[in-house]
């Protein structure tokens, strides 16, 4: 027991490093390759952060633990938008670009609701996946678009670096969602541990502390974002992070085997990650900023959804 909570202890401490080295590289990267922060938030940042949800629900669903592969990429979803950004807007209010924003928030939401959509029989198939994967190449394809609108095909508007001026931050950024990666996993495996010890049911587990552990990498990555003043970063990578959670990593997960869905998802699970997913939309079009009492908001919905998990299904 002793060993499991000091391994426990060193993850944190090799996320939260990490995250702090590949946020500091993705912001250089950046500035130096002249594309804008939010979409190498919704891209490269959130790729890095993804990979502990991807790792863990494609060797769950590899394994036959399914309830822990669903539970983890739509508990993922749920906690990177009400406690990753719910903290992140209560601590600072963040301006938000309209047209960016609400383009790459309705992917996200059409993820979500086509999954839905899908699992109404109960199952998500092999083929229900390739839907899903192709709403991912979508969104893959639509950041292709809107750099390319950006640098309107002027190649003089990107600032010429030679790869030895950038190795350095690459370096960096690589070593840093390492770590963040190998410290999740390490979280993963003993927070799991820790709490099969209190007999919570798998589902639960996968829902609140896995999706919490393999979520943290979006959360330390939003908070030290926002603690250097790079809050469109942290809106581009949970953006970016929750379309990869849906349509990527569980598009993947079901070509390995069907997923089985349980009765408390399609009437629980879902239903509530449709509704923060709306009330992130709805708060940040309306006034083109995300005000502080909003993310309040997002934030108490999120626990009141933890909560009703424990009262109604544990």
Same mark, same amino acid.
């Given at each position: 027991?002793?060993?499991?909570? /000091? ?49 863990? &629900?494609?060797?769950? @669903? ?5 309830? /822990? ?5 739509? %508990? ?16 600072? +209010? ?17 993820? +979500? ?15 229900? %996946?390739?839907? !899903?994967? #192709? ?10 678009? /809107? ?19 950038? *190795? ?9 969602? #390492? ?15 820790? @709490? *099969? ?17 393999? &979520? ?9 974002? #926002? ?8 809106? %581009?990578?949970?953006?970016? @992070?929750?379309?990869?959670?849906? @349509? ?13 869905? !349980? ?14 997913? !709306? !009330? ?8 083109? *900023?995300?005000? *502080? ?22």
């Amino acid at each position: 027991m002793l060993s499991t909570l /000091l391994l426990f202890l060193l993850s944190l401490v090799l996320i939260t490093k990490g995250a702090d080295w590949f946020i500091e590289a993705a912001v250089a990267i950046s500035a130096k390759s002249g594309l804008p922060k939010i979409i190498i938030g919704a891209t490269i940042v959130s790729f890095a952060t993804t990979a502990p949800e991807f790792t863990v &629900s494609a060797m769950a @669903a590899y394994l036959g633990h399914t309830d /822990l592969t669903i539970g983890n990429a739509v %508990g993922s979803a749920i906690c990177n938008i009400g406690l990753a950004l719910g903290v992140v807007i209560a601590v600072k +209010a963040i301006p938000v670009d309209g047209h960016s924003f609400l383009h790459k928030g309705a992917i996200m939401l059409i993820a +979500a609701l086509t999954l839905i959509a899908l699992t109404l029989d109960k199952t998500l198939s092999s083929f229900d %996946g390739i839907i !899903l994967l #192709t709403i991912f190449v979508g969104f893959l394809y639509y950041n292709y678009r /809107l750099q390319s609108a950006i640098f309107d095909g002027n190649d003089k508007k990107r600032e010429k670096l030679s790869l030895g001026e950038m *190795r350095s931050d690459i370096f960096y950024f690589l070593l840093g969602a #390492t770590l963040v990666v190998i410290g999740s996993r390490i979280l993963v495996d003993t927070g799991t541990e820790i @709490a *099969r010890w209190f007999g919570i049911p798998e589902m639960i587990i996968g829902l609140t502390l896995v999706a919490l552990g393999t &979520s943290l990498p979006e959360l330390i990555t939003a908070i030290s974002a #926002t603690l250097k003043g790079h809050q469109d970063l942290s809106i %581009g990578n949970i953006l970016g @992070a929750n379309t990869m959670d849906i @349509a990527l990593i569980l598009g993947f997960s079901s070509q390995i085997r069907d997923i089985p869905i !349980l009765d408390q998802s399609l009437m629980y699970d879902f239903p509530f990650m449709i509704v923060i997913m !709306l !009330l992130l939309i709805i708060f940040g079009i309306t006034k083109k *900023r995300l005000d *502080r009492w909003e993310g309040v908001v997002i934030m108490l919905v999120y626990f009141g959804y933890i909560a009703g998990l424990f009262l109604l299904y544990n």
